[in-house]
C-alpha cells in the first residue's frame, strides 16, 4: 500500500481559503489517480476531484467546479488542492487517495471503493 501524508486543514470564514496538501511516501506518485474525498459525520465519503498525475488531466465535481484547483509540485512529490471560495457546506473531513491507473479512471466524482491508499484526513471547518 501507499501511504499518503496530508496537512493544510484548518477553519475559516466562508469566502475564504485553504489548501491541502497530500504526498505519497516511499513511491513516485507518478502513474497515479489521485483523488480528494470529503465526509461529514453520518454521511458517506463523496469524492469531490481527481487528477491524473501524469499528465495533470483533472475532473471537479460540480460542487466544487470553479472554487478548487489541483496544483502539482513534482520534486515535493506533492499533490495540493487549492480551495477558494469557501463555504460552510465545504465543512468536511477531507481525505486523500491514490491508485495507480491501471487499476481504475480517474473521474469527476470519484468512488471511494475504488482507492486503496488513503491519507489520515484533514478537517475542514468554514464558518458562516
Known amino acids: 500500500l501507499v501511504q499518503l501524508v496530508e496537512s493544510g486543514g484548518g477553519s475559516v470564514q466562508a469566502g475564504g481559503s485553504l489548501r491541502l496538501s497530500c504526498a505519497p511516501s516511499r513511491v513516485n506518485y507518478t502513474n497515479m489517480c489521485m483523488a480528494w474525498f470529503r465526509q461529514v459525520p453520518g454521511r458517506e465519503r463523496e469524492g469531490v476531484a481527481s487528477?491524473?498525475?501524469?499528465?495533470?488531466?483533472?475532473y471537479y465535481d460540480d460542487s466544487v467546479k470553479g472554487r478548487f484547483t489541483f496544483a502539482q509540485d513534482g520534486a515535493k512529490n506533492t499533490l495540493y488542492l487549492q480551495m477558494n471560495s469557501l463555504k460552510p457546506s465545504d465543512s468536511a473531513m477531507y481525505y486523500c487517495a491514490a491508485e495507480f491507473v491501471w487499476n481504475l479512471q480517474c473521474s469527476a466524482r470519484p468512488m471511494a471503493g475504488n482507492f486503496p491508499n488513503w491519507g489520515q484526513g484533514t478537517q475542514v471547518s468554514v464558518s458562516s
Open positions: 487528477i491524473y498525475t501524469a499528465g495533470s488531466k483533472s
